[in-house]
């Protein structure tokens, strides 16, 4: 199987590279250096002759999003639009990856699949659009919606917490954000079942297992630092004036990989203590 993988230097770009590597797929990794998905022209002229073509490009700067709306907007709505209409004619199918911040966050119990967007802000409005987009440009696409991605590969929530724990003695981190905590290297092998699974067209959502807050993730973050976890302090949303809203509530339900027979990913704290050596290997004494 021929796959092409657009964004393939970013965080979960590495590690999906990497898998099909592994596994023996013929895989073309590029970036915004070898095709702007933002122009049409570029993305005929780039995509040709493959079997499934992952997006994992994105504008995902959440705050700068509020202020460059029209800018995320290219990137997240017109970019899949291209790349959906692209997929289509060459008869390849589109994995695109979404986020939970299509939703508002004011759930108390998961998301599912089916649920309407209702999006907060800019990013969120963007990413909707952009879902919209593959939806209406091919008949043969997958839409993966994931939250709180952490990996090796790129700056993440486990990383800055590590560089704010060599240079502070407590970090305070907010209780009421709930979500879950997903490594990039398990949604990278969730994309390659649902492909290999031959899933129908739809949307699914690959987040780990179970739920979290921020306060204990960090918690948990200092453990495999060896480090006390006491020393992360409660706090909440409202201390931080940041530009752009965010969910406070993120839990994504996976009735829809269940009911195709894909295994969901495992609980969020088992993944996190398998992953934490190489997320953290550069702290590491």
């Known amino acids: 199987m021929r796959w092409m993988v657009v964004g393939a230097k970013g965080m979960l770009g590495t590690d999906l590279v990497t898998r099909l590597v592994a596994e023996g797929h013929d895989v073309m990794a590029v970036d915004r250096t070898e095709v702007d998905i933002t122009n049409e022209a ?17 504008f995902t ?21 291209h790349l959906a209409r692209r997929c289509k004619k060459i008869g390849a199918r ?29 990013y969120g409005r963007t990413k909707a659009a952009g879902e919209w987009a593959v939806r209406a440009g091919t008949d043969d696409y997958i839409i993966v919606r994931t939250a709180w991605l952490y990996g090796a590969h790129g700056t993440c929530f486990p990383k800055t917490m590590a560089e704010l724990s060599n240079k502070n003695s407590t970090l305070s981190v907010v209780t009421d954000e709930v979500g879950q905590p997903t490594w990039t290297a398990d949604l990278a092998d969730l994309i390659l079942r649902l492909v ?5 067209s739809g949307t699914y959502h690959g987040t780990s297992s ?15 630092l060896g480090k006390d976890p006491d020393i992360v302090k ?5 201390a931080f004036q940041r530009p752009a809203p965010r969910p406070s509530f993120s839990v994504l339900g996976h009735n829809q990989l269940v009911a195709v027979g894909v295994d969901p990913i495992g609980n969020w704290l088992e993944r996190w203590n398998e992953a934490a050596p190489a997320v953290l290997a550069e702290f590491k004494d």
Request: net charge negative.
């Open 42 to 58: 570029s993305v005929e002229h780039a995509i040709d002759k493959v079997d499934v073509v992952v997006n994992v490009a994105a």
């Open 61 to 81: 700067a959440v705050d700068s999003a509020e202020e460059n709306e029209a800018e995320a907007f290219l990137a997240n709505a017109v970019g899949p639009q």
């Open 94 to 122: 589109l994995v695109h990856i979404s986020t939970d911040y299509v939703f508002d966050g004011s759930n108390s119990s998961p998301y599912l699949e089916s649920g309407a967007a209702n999006p907060a802000g800019a």
């Open 196 to 200: 290999l699974a031959e899933v129908p």
């Open 210 to 224: 179970g739920r979290t807050n921020w306060h204990s993730f960090a918690q948990a973050i200092m453990t495999s």
């Open 234 to 238: 409660e706090t909440t949303a409202a």
